[in-house]
Nanobody, 114 residues
């Protein structure tokens, strides 16, 4: 059974930092690309970044503030979020893919508010 389990969400003040983790189990291994999406209330799901084949790409909205890293030995991908803004408030989802397969985590809430 494939599972992606996110952790690390919560409430943070504007300008603060959070690190999200996503641990994969099942058939997901280093041959899978992994990344992060988010969905804010009333908005479409937004791709934040993907790491695959040794390279990582980011959406312009988070470039320079968010960093994706991966520990293949732990089957875990991380999202380091710095200089957080209220508009970063959303549910954050982990994503793993190896076409045609794709898998999603259950999401973790991040709220940026004073």
């Amino acid at each position: 059974q494939v599972q992606l389990v996110e952790s690390g969400g919560g409430l943070v003040q504007p300008g603060g930092s959070l690190r999200l983790s996503c641990t994969a189990s099942g058939i997901i291994n280093s041959n899978y690309g992994m990344g992060w999406y988010r969905q804010a209330p009333g908005k479409q799901r937004e791709l934040l970044g993907i790491t695959s084949g040794g390279s990582t790409n980011y959406a312009d909205s988070v470039k320079g503030r968010f960093t994706i890293s991966r520990d293949n030995a732990k089957n875990t991908v991380y999202l380091q979020m710095n200089r957080l803004k209220p508009e970063d408030t959303a549910v954050y989802y982990c994503y793993a893919f190896r076409p045609p397969r794709e898998y999603w985590g259950q999401g973790t809430q991040v709220t940026v508010s004073s």
